[in-house]
């Protein structure tokens, strides 16, 4: 009896070594359960529930190591080296932060001087008329990059697995906070703040657990496209450069702009509405709406209106660079058609012709500028798990 409970505590060490790190990972089942709470909770208890059952098995261990017979003793030290195994794999391989690290070095070049390629994605925003891109391949593996545009602090975020990027100010409570990355919930990448140790979603920023739990921080409005598409548009923008520390961990991600890359978890679906497959998703104050990113390529310009928002969808001719606009224009409602030529469209009520920066070029309306729409591309899983009230 005493030998039984001595082996189920020592499975209980390992257990909770590994559930702490288990609900919080993708692992097999592990992200498809609501089970935020109970992670939270193990991971700030974790210290002293091992104590607490060391200590309890500290002597039967002892006692064990000397009276027991060999296979006892043998059987034993492989339970204590699992555990020691164990201890290593899931608080120094298997924890977020210890796969994915921040830039050791953020340097930035200006468009003559970039080294990353004009056909990749970025992640791009202007703050105080400061304009800056982040591409995707690089802030898909850092998760979070820390900067400062405009004068104002930033906190540019991706989350690989469910194809989101989003922007937000890192203060909390007037002040810059940090924070690491702890690991995902529903797929969607986590952080911690380093004051209250609250957990933050990454899809839109809200604390999940925690003191903190239920705040959100403030999202700046971004845009992807290619970066070619970034530069016509903000040619003084400044473009993130490749840390060459990380250069194995970029290479990794380069075909994840196409969907191509041979993860299961961030490799696209080429069919329509499945859970890998992409979506345009848009929130216009309690209206929610996904659209095909299928549908957008095959037609190149949708239309639409949401919650009192008329909106246009318009895809550039790269198949890559897409753009949501509203239609209003000095209180009347634009119908947009596209043309022949892919890089230009026009719209019915005037017939002025628009180009992909959303400005009018000819026509009556030239010089008017349609206003951006914050939207953002990703897996379908991701948008309907996140968003269950949403439309098609």
Request: some cysteine.
């Amino acid at each position: 009896m005493k030998t039984f409970l001595l082996f189920l505590g020592l499975l209980l060490l390992i257990a909770l070594e590994i559930l702490r790190v288990y609900f919080i990972m993708p692992f097999p089942g592990s992200q498809q359960s609501n089970t935020i709470s109970i992670a939270y909770w193990l991971n700030n208890n974790i210290n002293w529930l091992r104590l607490l059952l060391l200590a309890l098995l500290a002597l039967p261990i002892i006692i064990g190591l000397r009276r027991a017979k060999v296979g006892g003793k043998l059987l034993l030290g492989f339970g204590l080296l699992l555990y020691v195994l164990v201890i290593y794999l899931f608080n120094f391989r298997f924890l977020a932060d210890k796969m994915f690290y921040q830039p050791r070095t953020k340097r930035f070049a200006a468009v003559d001087q970039n080294t990353v390629k004009e056909d990749k994605l970025v992640l791009g925003l202007v703050v105080n008329g400061e304009a800056k891109a982040y591409p995707l391949q690089l802030i898909g593996y850092h998760h979070q990059v820390r900067d400062t545009v405009g004068n104002t602090p930033v906190m540019v975020t991706y989350c690989t697995v469910c194809r989101t990027g989003r922007v937000f100010s890192p203060v909390v409570n007037g002040k810059n906070e940090t924070f690491r990355l702890v690991g995902m919930d529903h797929f969607n990448a986590m952080f911690e703040d380093a004051t209250t140790k609250s957990w933050w979603r990454q899809v839109s920023g809200e604390a999940i657990a925690g003191p903190l739990k239920g705040q959100a921080l403030k999202e700046l409005p971004s845009q992807q496209m290619t970066l070619a598409a970034w530069t016509r548009q903000y040619p003084q923008t400044l473009v993130l450069q490749p840390d060459t520390v990380f250069n194995q961990s970029y290479k990794d991600l380069a075909d994840f702009d196409k969907g191509t890359i041979k993860s299961h978890l961030e490799k696209r679906d080429s069919l329509s509405w499945k859970p890998k497959s992409w979506v345009i998703g848009v929130v216009q104050g309690k209206e929610v709406k996904a659209y095909d990113w299928n549908e957008l390529v095959y037609k190149r310009l949708l239309q639409d209106s949401l919650a009192g928002l008329p909106l246009v969808i318009v895809l550039e001719a790269d198949t890559a660079s897409f753009h949501v606009w509203s239609r209003n224009i000095n209180g009347t409602v634009l119908q947009f058609q596209k043309q022949g030529d892919l890089s230009l469209f026009n719209d019915v009520n005037t017939g002025s012709v628009w180009n992909m920066n959303g400005t009018c070029i000819l026509g009556s309306l030239k010089g008017q500028q349609l206003q951006p729409v914050q939207a953002s591309q990703e897996f379908w899983h991701s948008w309907q798990n996140f968003h269950p009230n949403t439309q098609r």
